[in-house]
């Protein structure tokens, strides 16, 4: 990272929140002032100690500003008094800025996981369809706290330079030879200890992508561990595993040199430079005894504070690799947001109508003018070869794939200008691969929808044959079903699916091979209350069970990229 970079991600930050930014900058200029003052009135002290004498007050500028404010005279108690009241001072604006800044950082991070998850759910189907959820949990989880403290640290870097400006001045009155030795160590480390910020940044850009390799990676695994045991894999995984938790020890290795390198090599060339300085200071006598020791504590301090900004800096940097990282990926789920509809809340009455339909994945074609005409009641069945497209199609319906040409429309009003939602809050949609949360029955099948009764609950469970089960097990409605329904069977999935579509009352009712985990007697009692629905809903099954197309009003079948009605 440039310097001039690093500038402008500072100024970037601080204008986000200017008039709290502002208030830490008014703070830090006084933390600054009261320091360096606070060290000034060391000076007579120095004297008093060394001389017994305060000798001529002219000399100690500062201090005789209070002294004239406070109309007090110059004494031991007096220095010593002011020395704490300014050293309080400074600790209690540092707190108040502290917790300025602790305050917007943590709104900055819940901000972040806002437009994160909210951007999520806005996304369109095939960017989330191809999502990475590994780099994702990797950005809540990890990369937000560290994108965030941003802030903080451009608040310390802009509090540390007000300081050492001001520190830099007050020694500036002490010894303009002491002064320009200052500067000329601050040049040197940044020359010298430079190299450790630059190994940190390149290191920390490793480890940020690094992460979420890793990340990507062990959810993955916990995704297939049972595969991963079942075949005893684990030997195979293990190494591929940790290839990258291995690349990460070794950039975390160099990030360990960077940062105590920095930290304990600055000490030494503080120590030579200042005995060298002290040298010429003491053979010429530039500076009268309590002078060199107040120039000594200042001098020491000043380099203190070179030491924070410069530790500052380094985790400034370190961390902006991960509000880069965090930012990147927040800007494409923000570029790849579902375009949104011209209104809301048509219901659907006469037909569903798809026109010249032409599709095609990264794969090839797939679907090639389809047309299709559905009534708004009926049980419709879609059947074809597995990926022939059947799933796409009726994805496609409600809008999680744009066709490439060809229209779709609801009562003859294309859904892509009156919008998706409209069709979507009628629809109750089974997918192929049932979803279970890792919650109770009751919060499966309602979801969080308030407008969802425990009474439609019960129904819907009671038509989707899912009530005996559901009874039988320990905390009935209230039991919670395991991380993906881990704790149910496949066809109990299948079950509490179903129930969780039809809970919603739908129009629409998708079923993508909803029943083809379950036993036939279990099926053909949910064919017969779907048959039953049917009758005042629209059911569109996509299924390859004989059973099924048995019960349809009318089949199409998806065949060589078209479809044709077999069966009307
Ligand atoms: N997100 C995607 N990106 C690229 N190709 C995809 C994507 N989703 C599906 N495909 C491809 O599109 C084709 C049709 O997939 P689809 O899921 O619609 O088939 P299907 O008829 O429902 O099959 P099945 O009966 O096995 O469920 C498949 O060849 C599949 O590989
Ligand atoms: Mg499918």
């Not at 000034?40 to 500003?65: C, E, H, M, Q, R």
């Not at 990676?217 to 995984?237: W, Y």
């Not at 000594?296 to 985790?315: A, E, I, N, P, Y």
């Not at 794969?363 to 497209?389: C, E, Y």
Request: proline share 2%; glycine share 6%; hydrophobic share 45%.
């Amino acid at each position: 990272m440039k310097i001039f970079d690093a500038l402008i991600l500072i100024r970037t930050q601080l204008v986000s929140s200017p008039v709290t930014s502002l208030i830490i900058l008014v703070l830090s200029t006084l933390v600054g002032l009261l320091e360096a003052v606070s060290i000034a009135t060391l000076v007579p002290l120095f004297d008093i100690i060394i001389k017994g004498d305060v000798g001529d007050l002219a000399k100690y500028s500062f201090v005789n500003y209070f002294l004239e404010l406070f109309e007090v005279g110059l004494t031991t108690t007096v220095v010593l008094l002011l020395f704490s009241s300014f050293i309080l001072m400074k600790g209690i604006f540092s707190l108040i800025a502290m917790s300025y800044i602790g305050r917007v950082v943590v709104e900055l991070a819940l901000n972040m996981r806002k437009n994160f998850l909210g951007g999520l759910l806005q996304s369109n189907w095939p960017s989330l369809a191809n999502k990475n959820s590994g780099e994702f949990l990797n950005s809540i989880n990890h990369e937000i706290p560290k994108a965030a403290s941003i802030y903080r640290y451009s608040c310390l870097l802009l509090g540390s330079s007000l300081q050492l400006v001001a520190l830099i001045y007050v020694l500036y009155t002490f010894s303009v030879f002491a002064t320009y030795g200052g500067i000329f160590l601050a040049f040197l480390l940044y020359i010298v200890l430079g190299g450790f910020i630059r190994l940190s940044n390149e290191q920390a850009k490793n480890q940020a992508n690094l992460t979420n390799s890793l990340m990507t990676r062990i959810h993955e695994l916990l995704g297939s561990i049972k595969v991963i045991k079942a075949m005893d894999l684990s030997q195979f995984v293990l190494p591929v595993m940790l290839s990258e938790a291995k690349d990460i020890k070794k950039a975390e290795q160099k990030q360990i040199i960077a940062t105590h390198g920095l930290n304990y090599l600055r000490e030494p060339i503080v120590v030579i430079f200042l005995c060298v300085g002290l040298y010429f200071i003491i053979e010429n006598q530039f500076l009268d005894d309590g002078l060199l020791v107040a120039t000594l504590v200042l001098f020491l301090r000043l380099t203190q504070s070179v030491g924070k900004l410069q530790s500052d800096f380094q985790t400034f940097v370190v961390n902006s690799h991960f509000y880069h990282s965090f930012n990147n990926k927040l800007q494409t789920i923000i570029d790849n947001e579902e375009k949104q509809g011209i209104s809301e809340n048509i219901l659907f009455k006469e037909s569903l109508e798809f026109k010249k339909i032409n599709f095609s994945h990264d794969s090839g074609k797939l679907l090639v003018d389809i047309d299709l005409k559905l009534p708004n009641k009926g049980f419709i069945s879609i059947t074809g070869k597995s990926g022939s497209g059947k799933t796409t199609l009726i994805d496609m319906l409600i809008g999680l794939y744009e066709p490439s040409s060809g229209s779709i429309s609801m009562d003859g009003k294309n859904l892509k200008q009156i919008g998706f939602e409209n069709i979507r809050s009628q629809v109750g949609y089974v997918q192929q691969d049932p979803f279970i949360f890792n919650e109770s029955v009751l919060m499966n099948v309602g979801l969080t929808d308030e407008r969802i009764a425990k009474k439609d609950i019960l129904e819907a469970l009671k038509a989707a044959k899912a009530e005996s089960f559901v009874e039988s097990m320990d905390n009935g409605l209230d039991t919670i079903l395991g991380e993906g329904g881990s704790k149910i069977s496949g066809g109990q999935k299948q079950r509490i699916s179903i129930a969780r579509a039809l809970a919603r009352k739908p129009s629409i009712l998708i079923l993508d091979e909803a029943t083809s985990a379950l036993d036939k007697t279990t099926m053909l009692d949910i064919l017969e209350i779907m048959k039953g629905v049917s009758s005042k809903i629209l059911v569109i099954a996509i299924t390859h069970q004989q059973e099924v197309l048995e019960a349809s009003d009318r089949i199409y079948k998806l065949e060589d990229f078209k479809l044709k009605e077999i069966r009307s």
